[in-house]
């Protein structure tokens, strides 16, 4: 069943809020919680889980406003998974993934008039005469020290806005393969969660699986590559960070569109091939039953499927 284009105008759009608003929620906490350490953007464990939390929790919440209106993807990697398995057209694809992209800009960008004046007592001032703590760690992440006169300069957005860098401490291969497997992880348990068949829960549950996952993965990959597992989630940071001052294309940036597309083709791979039809412990095979509405939330008649699939 086609719908009308006003319908997927409103689906684009409401992919292109909630992804402005899970930039400005889990990038904005982890600004927040400002304890970043100098020097290596190495974060403390409390700041870890709390911006675990916030990016966990802020996309269920998401999810759960926007998936009866676009299925609630709020990533690329994830719309590349529904592309791929013919739930989507390529057209309706594109527009998803846009809506994405800039929506992170967006996000970001507002994210930056929320907290740009956090630098103000670092410019012009040395280690020694601002705070200890916190403002040191800000300046020394956000500002250049001169080395002639030990002063910071150059002061750019907040810790970078919290774009993604991976850690000094592993390669970029290394990089690669933790984002796919923590891009495997959510991508798996969407389509596992909300678009199983046999999955007993519900789709209405499928937000709070979806959540931890991204959650869990973040409590692995934030001290190893920031946990990006949703390219437009770096995008919009990065860009950001680099129209202000930052230089945010900096080691290991390939890592981050390239690795999220490759876990979502894993995990797509995997359902398809061994879980599709699968059946629910105890139940009849389902392999000739109708599948479950493709949103990852709400129940949707059509489901995103059948609502776009033919908008080319």
């Given at each position: 069943?086609?719908?009308?284009?006003?319908?997927?105008?409103?689906?684009?759009?409401?992919?292109?809020?909630?992804?402005?608003?899970?930039?400005?929620?889990?990038?904005?906490?982890?600004?927040?919680?400002?304890?970043?350490?100098?020097?290596?953007?190495?974060?403390?464990?409390?700041?870890?889980?709390?911006?675990?939390?916030?990016?966990?929790?802020?996309?269920?919440?998401?999810?759960?406003?926007?998936?009866?209106?676009?299925?609630?993807?709020?990533?690329?990697?994830?719309?590349?998974?529904?592309?791929?398995?013919?739930?989507?057209?390529?057209?309706?694809?594109?527009?998803?993934?846009?809506?994405?992209?800039?929506?992170?800009?967006?996000?970001?960008?507002?994210?930056?008039?929320?907290?740009?004046?956090?630098?103000?007592?670092?410019?012009?001032?040395?280690v020694d005469t601002i705070d200890d703590g916190a403002n040191e760690r800000?300046?020394?992440?956000?500002?250049?020290?001169?080395?002639?006169?030990?002063?910071?300069?150059?002061?750019?957005?907040?810790?970078?806005?919290?774009?993604?860098?991976?850690?000094?401490?592993?390669?970029?291969?290394?990089?690669?393969?933790?984002?796919?497997?923590?891009?495997?992880?959510?991508?798996?348990?969407?389509?596992?969660?909300?678009?199983?068949?046999?999955?007993?829960?519900?789709?209405?549950?499928?937000?709070?699986?979806?959540?931890?996952?991204?959650?869990?993965?973040?409590?692995?990959?934030?001290?190893?590559?920031?946990?990006?597992?949703?390219?437009?989630?770096?995008?919009?940071?990065?860009?950001?960070?680099?129209?202000?001052?930052?230089?945010?294309?900096?080691?290991?940036?390939?890592?981050?569109?390239?690795?999220?597309?490759?876990?979502?083709?894993?995990?797509?791979?995997?359902?398809?091939?061994?879980?599709?039809?699968?059946?629910?412990?105890?139940?009849?095979?389902?392999?000739?039953?109708?599948?479950?509405?493709?949103?990852?939330?709400?129940?949707?008649?059509?489901?995103?499927?059948?609502?776009?699939?033919?908008?080319?």
């Amino acid at each position: 069943m086609v719908q009308s284009k006003k319908d997927l105008f409103g689906a684009v759009f409401a992919e292109f809020l909630a992804t402005a608003l899970f930039i400005w929620i889990g990038c904005g906490a982890a600004i927040s919680s400002n304890t970043w350490h100098s020097g290596n953007s190495t974060p403390e464990v409390g700041s870890v889980v709390g911006i675990a939390i916030a990016f966990g929790f802020g996309i269920s919440v998401l999810a759960y406003g926007i998936g009866h209106v676009s299925g609630g993807h709020i990533n690329p990697a994830v719309t590349f998974s529904f592309l791929i398995r013919g739930e989507m057209s390529l057209a309706s694809a594109i527009m998803y993934m846009l809506a994405q992209f800039f929506g992170a800009f967006i996000g970001a960008l507002f994210l930056y008039a929320s907290v740009v004046g956090l630098t103000t007592g670092c410019e012009g001032n040395s280690v020694d005469t601002i705070d200890d703590g916190a403002n040191e760690r800000l300046c020394a992440s956000s500002c250049t020290l001169d080395a002639d006169s030990g002063l910071f300069m150059d002061c750019g957005p907040p810790f970078g806005l919290g774009t993604n860098v991976v850690s000094g401490a592993i390669g970029q291969g290394s990089a690669f393969i933790a984002e796919l497997i923590g891009t495997f992880v959510l991508v798996f348990t969407v389509l596992m969660a909300a678009v199983h068949p046999s999955n007993g829960s519900g789709p209405n549950a499928a937000p709070i699986a979806i959540g931890w996952s991204v959650m869990l993965a973040h409590l692995v990959l934030v001290p190893l590559t920031g946990c990006g597992i949703n390219p437009a989630r770096t995008f919009g940071p990065a860009i950001v960070s680099l129209f202000f001052g930052a230089d945010s294309f900096v080691r290991g940036a390939w890592v981050y569109y390239t690795a999220p597309f490759a876990g979502s083709l894993c995990a797509t791979l995997s359902y398809e091939i061994i879980f599709k039809h699968v059946p629910a412990v105890g139940e009849e095979a389902v392999a000739n039953q109708p599948p479950r509405s493709s949103s990852v939330v709400g129940n949707i008649p059509e489901g995103l499927a059948s609502k776009f699939v033919d908008e080319a």
